[in-house]
């Protein structure tokens, strides 16, 4: 098996993918890269305005050319948004290019994360406990159907879950030899 030059994030709203990125790539001495916040730096937008001007249909359009052009790179952690996995053609991408690591969350967990958060536009609705459960059943098996692997939040903190998912990369993630010679 050719090692992963990359590490890719997947999961859902609040399962803390871009500050356990951020832990992991120190860790692994990687560079990190959000991909919700490089759209918001390549466009100047929001992602809220995205969604408001251009629709959903138009931020996916834009998701998806941001993961095809990143993805080229080798040697990084990229934290995606929950629903990059959506299109097929991205989770090609995602597949053959790096080691996919699923971040589990509860439901509840998401709702306390995230509860004063509005800045995510599937979140603007009266009932967002139906709506993440919606969006669970409808990209759980998804996620599940990409991941190399999958870990499941303990309640714990951003810093303790990163220091226990590094623990299991080493024995699951084939890295580039450059990027381990760095950590
Ligand atoms: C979305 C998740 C968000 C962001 C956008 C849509 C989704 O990213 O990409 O609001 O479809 O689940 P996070 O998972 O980082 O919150």
Wanted: charged share 30%; glycine share 10%.
């Amino acid at each position: 098996m050719n090692p992963s030059p990359n590490l890719f994030l997947i999961g859902p709203m609040g399962a803390g993918k871009s500050s356990i990125g951020r832990r992991l790539a120190e860790r692994f001495g990687l560079p990190c890269i959000d991909l919700d916040a490089e759209i918001e730096r390549r466009t100047g937008a929001s992602v809220a305005t995205i969604f408001e001007i251009e629709g959903e249909a138009g931020f996916r359009r834009r998701e998806s050319d941001l993961l095809a052009a990143i993805t080229t790179g080798a040697g990084m952690v990229l934290a995606t948004g929950g629903g990059a996995v959506l299109a097929p053609a991205n989770r090609a991408l995602l597949r053959e290019r790096g080691f996919v690591v699923w971040l589990q969350a509860s439901v509840e967990q998401q709702l306390q994360r995230l509860a004063r958060d509005r800045k995510r536009p599937l979140l603007d609705t009266p009932d967002r406990r139906e709506r993440l459960e919606k969006l669970a059943l409808e990209r759980d098996p998804i996620y599940s159907g990409l991941a190399d692997c999958s870990v499941g939040g303990a309640g714990e903190s951003c810093e303790h879950a990163a220091a226990r998912i590094a623990a299991l990369l080493e024995t699951q993630w084939r890295r580039p030899p450059m990027a381990k010679e760095d950590a």
